[in-house]
């Protein structure tokens, strides 16, 4: 069963269970799917990989929000988009640690050779593939950007 069907069968639970949480949560995520299958030319159907992007920028726009409405003054708010954030991530592939993503990126500069802020592109082409939906892209780029520059952040 595809990641889509296993949404759509937890939605049809969720709704069982009353759990509106979830329910509005799933719908949300189901929504920006069927809206990224239906964008461009022709519909199509996503591939796996292409819903896990969904799913992550889905978490990350949740992440985002919960902090703007924590700065604004509205924790009931904030709590609420980082319990659907939370929520979201359980649909993702585990995330890679710290650790792991340095050696997937020092693999690809051995691979490629790359020296430099020049040599950025070459390294996140190979990187990107291996990390996707397992990372955040900005904590992936800071740390190609600080192993090729030789900084340690």
Do not use: H
Request: proline residues 3%.
């Amino acid at each position: 069963m595809g990641l889509k069907e296993v949404l759509q069968s937890d939605l049809t639970e969720a709704i069982r269970s009353r759990d509106e949480l979830k329910s509005g949560t799933i719908r949300m995520v189901l929504t920006a799917i069927t809206n990224e299958e239906v964008s461009g030319k022709t519909a199509r159907t996503l591939t796996e990989p292409e819903i896990i992007t969904v799913l992550s920028r889905e978490a990350k726009k949740r992440r985002e929000a919960a902090e703007a409405f924590a700065e604004g003054g509205r924790p009931d708010r904030a709590e609420r988009e980082k319990l659907e954030g939370e929520f979201i991530t359980t649909y993702l592939p585990a995330q890679l640690s710290e650790a792991e993503i340095k050696e997937i990126i020092a693999a690809a500069i051995a691979e490629t050779g790359a020296t430099g802020p020049a040599g950025m592109g070459q390294v996140m082409k190979i990187v990107s593939p291996k990390i996707a939906g397992k990372a955040d892209g900005g904590t992936v780029s800071a740390l190609v950007k600080a192993a090729l520059t030789g900084g340690n952040s």
